[in-house]
């Protein structure tokens, strides 16, 4: 059975195909158009799935779609009408939109389907799942685990923000949710609108900031705005947000709670903003922890499976593997909207499929997961490497594989920063090895240089390391696997650096520039880290460089970072990977076996 599964029409389209339940092909919208967190249908998404697959529409059994939209504009009238007479522009911005086009989405995506000439779709074949449930099938499907506790946690999906159940085997049931308005995701959200960021892309930027921070703001965020119960449950005091009827995230209200109006985005984040992102960011994980509480306490469950865009709360997540009472966690990668298209594939695999006669849920070989290290994207070969930079006059060095990695982990062992460029894209949020930008982190100085001389971005951003898994307990209190780049671990205390009673006081954004320990750039200012372990099984040509470096320096951990700069989505071709290289002050970029010197370009 084929299945091809979309996501669209809010933020973060992608397509997805699977075949009789094994992953083919993903890849998010914004990759090809180039538009950041694009909500377009994803054409060119869904074409590349098709051809990776080497099928066309007419051999597809079902087209999933990851939502019902008629169930979204239900919840979007009665939010309206139970806020009347308040919310009256927002109502007449959208609800045209929806009549024109949203409400017949099923019309939309065969409109989109036929467009891209790859065969003809069968109407009674689309199939539209649930928002959370797409979530859930696609953290619990590709796990590791035949049963597990699913916990589903975003901004709103239809009416659910937080939904949770159980998969066994085949079967995957969500049996409780807390409903909109009441949400994490948007609680959350709310935060990243009043600090200055844009809501769907800065709550990276909240979480980064909130360790320059103290929770002096946690009491009131309790008091005022969130009802948080002990069985996880929570509610959320609707006075002082703008998100049901209105075109903001919070309120004159909110703004009179914390002592100022929102951050102006052009303006630098003072200590009070700080402290608010460290409150919220507190708030948060507390919940999350109550929450996954509740839910082992329930199902009685050893294994924890999550997927939605909360999922993606890093420091969160470094929390429940710690302190939470599941034995194992597994957190689908791509965990936001564009994971969901993947879910709906394989809900349908997995129900279709069975009833007839299909056997999709296989077991995972060795307790690994199925998402191929999310190495989902496309790939490119030598020639179409070597054609792009002929047709942009580059000056170029082919290398065999023997030469190529001792002369990059040379490079950047003299702290040359590198666009590294290899095989298949990575299917979610995060640059993984093969769509990367790697740095020394042994450098006091790169943190500060890739910051604003390659990612143009806001200097308190913190950066990832890469380690080898095999050492990953020699700079990390960690001893599992976390390939994918979504738990935050502390650096080992024998790495940290005795800091002098000055820069032990150092408050907000004066903690920046401290080196803290052997590995300074990729250790925020609270000796955490995000960490990626690199295993040989599923990146090996990563996994070698590592290897090689190690072999040059002593150290097998890069910094590595997503291979775009401010603004813009993570680099899917050669071209993109080009002309990012030359608008940045990066020293090398290797695209497969091609090596190029900013010097000589």
């Not at 939010?79 to 045209?96: H, K, M, N, Q, R």
């Amino acid at each position: 059975m084929i299945v091809l599964g979309l996501s669209a029409f809010y933020h973060d389209s992608a397509a997805a195909i699977v075949r009789d339940g094994v992953i083919v092909a993903a890849a998010q919208q914004e990759r090809f158009s180039r538009k950041k967190n694009d909500s377009a249908f994803p054409a060119d998404a869904a074409a590349y799935c098709l051809d990776a697959a080497g099928v066309s529409l007419d051999q597809v059994d079902h087209v999933g779609f990851y939502d019902k939209p008629l169930l979204t504009f239900d919840r979007l009238l009665e939010t309206y009408l139970s806020f009347a007479p308040w919310g009256l522009d927002s109502f007449v911005e959208a609800i045209p939109v929806w009549i024109k086009e949203k409400v017949l989405q099923k019309n939309l995506i065969l409109t989109g389907l036929n467009g891209l000439q790859r065969g003809t779709p069968d109407p009674d074949k689309v199939l539209f799942g649930f928002h959370h449930h797409s979530h859930a099938a696609s953290a619990y499907y590709p796990s590791p685990f035949d049963r597990a506790a699913v916990l589903v946690m975003d901004g709103v999906g239809e009416w659910a923000t937080t939904s949770y159940g159980v998969g066994r085997g085949r079967d995957l049931t969500l049996t409780d949710e807390i409903r909109f308005p009441h949400s994490l995701g948007m609680l959350y959200s709310a935060f990243t609108y009043y600090l200055g960021f844009k809501v769907n892309d800065g709550e990276y930027k909240v979480m980064g900031l909130a360790p320059y921070g103290e929770p002096k703001h946690t009491d009131l965020i309790r008091e005022h705005l969130i009802d948080l119960r002990d069985d996880g449950s929570f509610h959320l005091n609707m006075d002082y947000f703008n998100y049901c009827t209105g075109l903001t995230m919070t309120n004159d209200r909110f703004a009179d709670l914390f002592g100022g109006p929102r951050r102006d985005p052009a303006e630098p984040p003072t200590q009070r903003h700080m402290d608010l992102a460290r409150s919220v960011q507190e708030v948060l994980e507390d919940a999350v922890l109550a929450l996954v509480r509740h839910l082992h306490d329930k199902t009685g469950e050893k294994n924890l499976c999550m997927a939605g865009g909360v999922a993606l709360n890093c420091v969160a997540n470094g929390r429940i593997l710690r302190e939470g009472p599941f034995d194992n966690i597994w957190i689908q990668p791509a965990a936001g909207d564009a994971g969901s298209a993947l879910g709906v594939a394989l809900t349908i695999a997995n129900t279709k499929g069975n009833s007839e006669g299909g056997d999709n849920r296989l077991p995972r070989a060795n307790g690994t997961d199925a998402m191929f290290g999310t190495y989902l994207g496309p790939e490119y070969s030598d020639g179409e490497i070597r054609k792009t930079l002929e047709s942009f006059g580059a000056s170029y060095e082919e290398m065999g594989d023997d030469g190529l990695f001792p002369f990059v982990a040379g490079k950047l062992a003299q702290e040359n920063i590198v666009g590294w460029f290899q095989g298949r894209m990575e299917f979610g949020p995060r640059s993984l090895g093969n769509r990367s930008i790697l740095g020394d982190p042994h450098s006091a100085a790169m943190q500060h240089t890739l910051n604003l001389k390659i990612k143009y971005r806001e200097s308190f951003r913190p950066f990832a390391p890469a380690v080898l898994f095999e050492d990953v307990r020699e700079y990390f209190d960690l001893d599992i696997a976390s390939p994918y780049m979504l738990l935050v671990s502390d650096v080992t205390q024998d790495k940290l650096i005795n800091l002098s009673p000055k820069d032990q006081a150092r408050t907000g954004f004066d903690k920046r520039g401290v080196v803290r320990s052997d590995i300074p750039a990729i250790t925020h200012v609270d000796n955490s880290a995000r960490v990626q372990t690199v295993h040989i099984e599923t990146i090996p040509r990563f996994h070698r460089l590592l290897s090689c470096f190690k072999k040059e320096t002593g150290r097998g951990v890069l910094v590595n970072t997503s291979f775009n700069v401010r603004d813009e989505p993570i680099v899917c071709s050669p071209e993109d990977a080009y002309k990012c290289f030359m608008a940045t002050e990066m020293d090398v970029l290797v695209l497969g076996n091609y090596v190029l010197l900013k010097e000589q370009q």
